[in-house]
């Protein structure tokens, strides 16, 4: 079993900065491709950035390009997501999520998710 969890969220101006962390264990860190989903309030859970198992393959979505990056300690089994220029769009709980092998930016992709961070960016 993998057990991911999420650290990092806050509240943060518009412009600012947030760095989240998530701390897995369990299941050998290196096979897993992660990713970093959002869910803001009375909406669907949305894909942000995904990671391959090495780090050597990175996704994001549109809305977060150029501002977001995703990143992977395989020595300390830990997934970043660094944010900056930070918008009120951005609020959201924030989700780290883990898969077997290939890396996908599909939310059914994933098997194993933590219990999510709040990101809320005010104006």
């Known amino acids: 079993q993998v057990q991911l969890v999420e650290s990092g969220g806050g509240l943060v101006q518009a412009g600012g900065s947030l760095k989240l962390s998530c701390a897995v264990t369990?299941?050998?860190?290196?096979?897993?491709?992660l990713g970093w989903f959002r869910q803001a309030p009375g909406k669907e859970r949305e894909f942000v950035a995904a990671?391959?198992?090495?780090?050597?393959?990175?996704n994001y979505a549109d809305s977060v390009k150029g501002r977001f990056t995703i990143s992977r300690d395989n020595a300390r089994n830990t997934v970043s997501l660094q944010m900056n220029s930070l918008k009120p769009e951005d609020t959201a709980v924030y989700y780290c999520?883990?898969?077997?092998?290939?890396?996908?930016?599909?939310?059914?992709?994933?098997?194993?998710w933590g219990q999510g961070t709040q990101v809320t960016v005010s104006s």
């Open positions: 999520a883990g898969r077997l092998l290939s890396m996908t930016t599909t939310l059914t992709g994933y098997n194993y």
């Open positions: 990671i391959s198992w090495n780090g050597g393959t990175t």
């Open positions: 369990g299941r050998a860190f290196s096979n897993l491709a």
